[in-house]
């Protein structure tokens, strides 16, 4: 299980600007980011693409996404659900 936090970032496309500005002042390296639903939107975002573990969830990511980015990681249920309890610390921010 990892020491590190793997954030969940669910919050709307007007809340999402702010939030990745938060969330650059308290990620570390080794930390990682689900993007969901309408934050998806931001997947270009400069910090976003600096990080080396980003992830989409599949079904959003076909609806509000195309084309894929190269440095983001579609999950389905199965493997995102893997991937919490892979983590000590899930933090979600909306």
Do not use: W
């Not at 809340?15 to 390296?29: E, F, K, V």
């Not at 910090?47 to 999950?75: C, G, K, M, W």
């Amino acid at each position: 299980m990892s020491e590190n936090t793997l954030y969940l970032i669910q919050s709307d496309y007007a809340a999402t600007a702010s939030i990745l500005d938060q969330l650059a002042q308290i990620h570390s390296p080794d930390d990682s980011v689900v993007l969901m639903g309408e934050s998806l939107l931001y997947v270009e975002h400069d910090f976003l693409q600096q990080l080396p573990r980003v992830y989409l969830l599949e079904n959003d990511a076909q609806i509000l996404v195309s084309p894929l980015p190269e440095h983001a990681t579609l999950l389905n249920y199965a493997q995102f659900a893997d991937l919490c309890l892979a983590f000590k610390r899930c933090i979600s921010m909306k």
